[in-house]
């Protein structure tokens, strides 16, 4: 059983930065590939970002590249969201997510997922 536990959410201003960290606890946290996603209010949940387990593979959406940076520790048991030149539309809650499947199986959802509780970005102008 996997068990995360995110941090790091808050209000910042546009064009500002923040950095988001999951810390998860669990026997198989380093062969687990980790992501983020968010959820706008009246929106569905939407992917942001992937990481395999070795970090040789990442995923991030396209409304984030170049702005968004997934990262991990797997000596810290910790994925990391660096989120730079934020935008009003990013604001939403942001949910860690692991699971035994690919990156890519992430991504897209499959297999079997846990979730963390959430954490709120919101992004003033």
């Known amino acids: 059983q996997v068990q995360l536990v995110e941090s790091g959410g808050g209000s910042v201003q546009a064009g500002g930065s923040l950095r988001l960290s999951c810390a998860a606890s669990g026997p198989t946290f380093s062969r687990n590939s980790m992501g983020w996603f968010r959820q706008a209010l009246g929106k569905e949940r939407e992917f942001v970002a992937a990481?395999?387990?070795?970090?040789?593979?990442?995923y991030r959406a396209d409304p984030v590249k170049g702005r968004f940076t997934i990262s991990r520790d797997n000596a810290k048991n910790t994925v990391y969201l660096q989120m730079n030149s934020v935008k009003p539309e990013d604001t939403a809650a942001y949910y860690c997510?692991?699971?035994?499947?690919?990156?890519?199986?992430?991504?897209?959802?499959?297999?079997?997922?846990?979730w963390g509780q959430g954490t709120q970005v919101t992004v003033s102008s």
């Open positions: 997510a692991a699971t035994e499947a690919t990156a890519n199986g992430l991504r897209n959802r499959m297999g079997k997922i846990y």
């Open positions: 990481i395999s387990w070795n970090s040789d593979t990442i």
